[in-house]
């Protein structure tokens, strides 16, 4: 595993900024990059009430994949993601990601490819209920 990759879970614990940011942390890094997701109370311009997270049991090997390959293709000193599992309401976040670099430009570039990435590749599905009583799921497959 690169050296580069100082956190990567998924889990049904509250996930912390603090603790993602205190994981890309580093002294040769000139720039930071963050990304939260957060629970939003529509799609498909229909209400959502809540929704679940559910991971395949080799989510975390495809996430490291993706790590891999973002610090593989780019200069990161350091790159962190965290997504959770389980029920979450509406504003709960739902995912984290980060990546530290020596200049700004390569920290919002591999950001932003860690978090497309995660959710084009990393099986992690999204049970959404609507307010009508409607359900749906979507996922990374």
């Known amino acids: 595993m690169s050296d580069a990759i100082r956190l990567l879970d998924i889990r049904e614990d509250v996930l912390s900024t603090d603790e993602v940011l205190a994981a890309v942390a580093d002294p040769t890094a000139g720039g930071t990059a963050l990304f939260i997701g957060t629970v939003r109370n529509h799609d498909h311009e229909k209400p959502v009430d809540q929704l679940s997270y559910e991971a395949h049991p080799d989510a975390l090997d495809h996430l490291r994949t993706v790590a891999e390959r973002v610090c593989a293709d780019a200069a990161v000193t350091a790159l962190a993601a965290v997504h959770r599992t ?42 959404q209920h609507f307010t009508d009583g409607a359900s749906e799921w979507v996922g990374a497959h």
Do not use: S, Y
């Open 86 to 127: 389980g029920d979450l309401k509406i504003g709960d976040t739902a995912v984290i990601v980060a990546v530290a670099a020596a200049h700004r430009d390569v920290a919002f570039a591999a950001c932003r490819r860690l978090i497309d990435d995660l959710k084009a590749e990393v099986p992690i599905w999204k049970h």
